[in-house]
Nanobody, 124 residues
């Protein structure tokens, strides 16, 4: 079965940067889209970014445009999220997810495989 494992979370000061990684293991997943979501305490899980298999088509939440970049390494079956100019409101548990869709989407239900999450905390 497919497994997704996130890493790279931690504590950073506002304005700083972090790079999250997600590695896929197990059988080859039939989906083409990989995405990142985040969930803060008391809030719903929200879309952050997604990219298709080709690495050309990408989608970003308005709140992170210009600050976050999603990239993929298909050879190593990994996806990354480079986060720059971090703000306290970026504090959340970040999840990697896989979708069977061809075009990147931003709905939680569109993604069928999820990682365990990695904590990102941004101090003021």
């Amino acid at each position: 079965q497919v497994q997704l494992v996130e890493s790279g979370g931690g504590l950073v000061q506002a304005g700083g940067s972090l790079r999250l990684s997600c590695v896929t293991s197990g059988r080859t997943f039939g989906g083409s889209v990989m995405g990142w979501f985040r969930q803060a305490p008391g809030k719903e899980r929200e879309f952050v970014a997604a990219r298709d298999w080709s690495g050309v088509v990408a989608d970003y939440a308005d709140s992170v445009k210009g600050r976050f970049t999603i990239s993929r390494d298909n050879t190593n079956r990994a996806v990354y999220l480079q986060m720059n100019s971090l703000k306290p409101e970026d504090t959340a548990v970040y999840y990697c997810a896989a979708s069977s869709a061809v075009v990147p989407g931003h709905k939680v239900h569109e993604y069928s495989i999820w990682g365990q999450g990695t904590q990102v905390t941004v101090s003021s």
